[in-house]
């Protein structure tokens, strides 16, 4: 190809990735990159990647990735934040709901002072 020369292309790759975070949760680990694209744009991936086991007892690492573009971050962060706050809320309302539940059972078969209703015609 004319004017393509491979260590022009190496040497972009090299600096195409901007910033990385690895978090790691369990047994996922994600990955957060920023790279820029030939233009000098950012963009970001968001990559999952999962331990797994073949039959046989290799293992290898399954990877889903998502790209954000600069002009998605604001309605992704807005409905990533929607979902985890939605998350968060129902799942206080359910601890809060079982903690109820748990304090009513602990009163009803928690032991009363023995009383006895003789003394009550005093």
Known sequence: MEGFDK???FERNDKD???SK???AGKRTYFFDVKATRKND???TVTESKKRFEDDGRFFFEKHKIFLYKEDFDKFSEGLAEA???IKNAQQEDVK????EESFA???SSKFSDLDFEDLNE
């Open 17 to 19: 990735e901007i910033f």
């Open 42 to 44: 950012f963009y970001l």
């Open 84 to 86: 985890v706050d939605f």
């Open 97 to 100: 709901q079982q903690s109820d």
């Open 7 to 9: 260590n022009d292309d």
């Open 22 to 24: 690895a978090v790691r």
């Open 106 to 108: 602990t009163v009803s």
